[in-house]
């Protein structure tokens, strides 16, 4: 069986995610489409960078990511840096020619964006975007529905994205609090999350009226490049500064197939932890799910009995999308690892199969386009069309 090897960037809390998938895929999906093989860690900070190498069991590892675009042996190259190094990486990692699997969100600007895209497509190398969430197998469930007709015609949506972690005014200021490494706040950490599942279920968005608001102004720095999520707090005496992000996003989208919608992204929301739900509203149907309850799929159609109808729960298993590598009990339970290795086991395939996969560069591209247009709309507070991807 063919091996892929990985070159891997960043050694936080992607690479704890990523390098588990890389390990789990072949023992789920059998016969693997190849069998990944963990070559070279790379991190700016040499303790975390040897660290993982033992922690996650790569061969090698370097504090200069260089290594691994200049190795021939690398196949796959895995981007889990922070925002601000996605394109340096990405650009050059096309151009060696080798295959990409990047973060979420693709970039921090959409001129960044428009590179990698063209970059990758220029040199003919397989990419995905780590927008995993919408693999997870209710979301394919809800896929299937659409696809099926079982909720008609689109009329209507709702998404959030809803955490607590930053909602705490000394939760540090890492660098998904400062705009020259991260691009954007809520929305481009999480809201791009709901983003990309509404566009793959509904359709392309159009155009958007957006609200943002930057709630705790300043925060205590953290020290390190490592985001510890808000679980190390900084103290009254602790050294503040500027946050120059949005700490919330609120928009209506309107699609290219004239469904509408809105969606809300926070990481100040008490009480919630990575609440992403969406609810779909059809001419026969309406689809419901939340992420807090990953296995259970709600549905209800119009065409039950008046006696009857109501939304009913779908737990996802064996016979759902991706139930034949999972676990063969619905309701076992479907994790975050799960999504990753799914994602992992997707990506391989297309990469051994020459075939594209989604959500790829170009959709990475397309949801910038869609955040650029979201915070022009915030500032400007009127309807912002979203730009078409440049294809040269
Ligand atoms: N798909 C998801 O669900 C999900 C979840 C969390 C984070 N992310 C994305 O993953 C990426 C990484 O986030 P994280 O939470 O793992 O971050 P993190 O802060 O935990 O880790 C980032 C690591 O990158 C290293 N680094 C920074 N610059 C570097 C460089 N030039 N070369 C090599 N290493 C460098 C840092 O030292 C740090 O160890 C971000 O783009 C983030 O938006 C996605």
Redesign the pocket.
Same mark, same amino acid.
């Given at each position: 069986m063919k091996t892929l090897n990985i070159g891997l960037?960043?050694?936080?809390?992607?690479?704890k995610?990523h390098s588990v998938a890389y390990a789990g895929m072949p023992m789920f999906f059998w016969p693997a489409p190849a069998i990944p093989f963990k070559k070279t860690i790379? %991190?700016?900070?040499e303790a975390?960078a040897r660290d993982a190498a033992e922690k996650f069991a790569f061969a090698s590892y370097t504090t200069d990511?260089h290594d691994i675009i200049n190795d021939p042996d690398i196949d796959v190259v895995d981007i889990?840096?922070?925002?601000n190094?996605?394109a340096e990486i990405a650009i050059a990692a096309a151009r060696s020619g080798k295959h990409i699997l990047c973060?979420?969100?693709l970039s921090l600007t959409t001129s960044q964006a428009k590179e990698m895209y063209l970059a990758a497509k220029n040199n003919h190398v397989k990419t995905m975007v780590?927008?995993?969430?919408r693999r997870t197998p209710a979301v394919q469930l809800a896929k299937k529905y659409i696809e099926e007709g079982a909720i008609g015609k689109i009329l209507d949506f709702r998404g959030t994205y809803l955490q607590d972690w930053s909602a705490d005014p000394d939760s540090p200021l890492?660098?998904r609090f400062q705009k020259d490494i991260?691009g954007s706040g809520a929305l481009? %950490?999480i809201g791009t999350?709901v983003v990309d599942m509404l566009r793959y279920l509904v359709g392309e968005f159009t155009s958007v009226n957006a609200r943002t608001a930057t709630y705790i102004p300043e925060r205590p720095v953290q020290s390190g490049?490592?985001?510890s999520?808000g679980n190390t707090k900084g103290g009254a005496d602790s050294i503040r500064q500027s946050v120059d992000v949005d700490d919330q996003c609120c928009f209506m989208a309107e699609c290219a197939n004239g469904a509408f919608g809105t969606i809300e992204a926070t990481r100040n929301a008490w009480g919630r932890n990575n609440y992403i739900t969406f609810e779909i509203h059809g001419s026969e149907g309406s689809i419901c799910f939340n992420y807090e309850r990953r296995d259970e799929l709600q549905v209800c159609f119009a065409k039950d009995g008046d006696d009857r109808r109501g939304f009913r729960t779908v737990y996802t298993g064996p016979c759902h999308p991706y139930g034949e590598g999972l676990w063969p009990i619905p309701a076992l339970g479907i994790g975050y690892t799960e999504t990753k290795i799914i994602e992992c086991y997707d990506f391989c395939k297309a990469i051994m199969q020459d075939q594209e996969v989604s959500p790829n560069f170009r959709d990475g591209y397309a949801i910038e386009l869609i955040s650029d247009a979201i915070l022009e709309s915030a500032k400007t507070r009127v309807w912002t069309k979203v730009k078409e991807v440049a294809e040269n």
């Open positions: 960037i960043g050694a936080g809390f992607m690479a995610a790379a %991190d700016i900070n975390a990511w889990c840096t922070p925002n190094v996605h973060e979420k969100p780590a927008f995993n969430y890492s660098w991260c481009g %950490d999350h490049m490592s985001d999520l």
